[in-house]
């Protein structure tokens, strides 16, 4: 019955443009330790103008070291950006530390892919243009999403566990990417896995390791200035995604400090969103005209 619930709950919000924030698990997230705000994943789902939509989707998840979330400049302004240009914007609220770490994000992030492939004929999206973007720890997620994938669960009683995970893209901006030093982020490497995890638990989540032939193309932003977050980050996932003939392009910068978004009032860096549009076409995602 709740789920019933859930799927009206979704269409109705379809209806009135999604301006609405709406709950990835109506029982629960996986491992909730509470009812609180921070226990309850969300999404915000941001449709693009029918008489623009390209069917294209983006899952947005904003940074913030794994403890906190750049909702504004890594979110929701991200949103409106997409929109303009045709695409529809879902913006993650995702668990974060102290309350959780892996694999907390990792669930919700798979979950909201999910939820836009399941829902995607209801919210005009094609269900093989789904991607999945991150800036800095969020681009870990969203590298994470693309590497640590499944095809469904076709026994689950949720119907939206039977769907795939599997992003159709992955746009990574200052990502954070491994988790090894001496390019690791200490701060998200100890929020998501904390200070004294396995080899093994962080070498499966130093994703420039777990790209393989089937990793989604990707686009990839960073600055040689990046002092938070070093550009070997992208650089090894780039080289790892090249090693496997993965479609890939990459972008760095000289100057820009950690955490831009946009970077709007930057007449050098507010150029990567277009070039990001220019990707989207080259690739046949969004159209060309």
């Not at 979950?111 to 789904?130: E, S």
Request: a negative charge; aromatic letters at 8%; glycine letters at 8%.
């Amino acid at each position: 019955m709740k789920h019933l619930l859930y799927v009206a709950v979704t269409c109705l919000l379809c209806l009135s443009a999604m301006a609405e924030p709406m709950v990835l698990w109506p029982d629960g997230a996986p491992g909730a330790i509470g009812n609180e705000d921070a226990d309850i994943p969300m999404l915000t789902v941001n449709l693009a103008p029918k008489d623009s939509n390209t069917g294209a989707a983006v899952v947005v998840c904003p940074g913030g070291g794994y403890g906190a979330l750049a909702m504004d400049h890594e979110g929701k302004q991200v949103a409106e950006w997409f929109n303009r240009n045709g695409i529809n914007a879902i913006i993650l609220k995702y668990r974060i530390a102290p309350r959780y770490h892996h694999p907390a994000p990792m669930q919700d992030v798979q979950r909201a892919l999910r939820t836009v492939r399941y829902n995607a004929k209801d919210w005009g999206i094609d269900p093989g243009r789904i991607g999945v973007m991150g800036f800095s720890a969020g681009g870990h997620l969203a590298s994470t999403a693309g590497t640590h994938y499944d095809a469904g669960d076709p026994t689950a009683k949720d119907p939206i566990e039977q769907v795939s995970c599997r992003p159709d893209f992955m746009i990574l901006v200052y990502p954070v990417i491994t988790l090894d030093d001496p390019y690791a982020h200490k701060g998200s490497r100890r929020n998501l896995i904390g200070e004294n995890p396995s080899k093994e638990l962080q070498d499966s989540l130093s994703n420039e390791k777990q790209v393989t032939d089937d990793t989604p193309p990707t686009f990839l932003m960073h600055t040689y200035d990046d002092t938070g977050v070093p550009c070997e980050n992208s650089i090894f996932f780039y080289l790892a995604l090249r090693q496997h003939h993965v479609p890939a392009e990459m972008h760095l910068y000289e100057p820009g400090k950690h955490g831009f978004g946009l970077a709007p009032n930057d007449p050098v860096l507010s150029t990567w969103p277009d070039r990001c549009i220019d990707w989207l076409k080259t690739r046949g995602i969004i159209s060309s005209k």
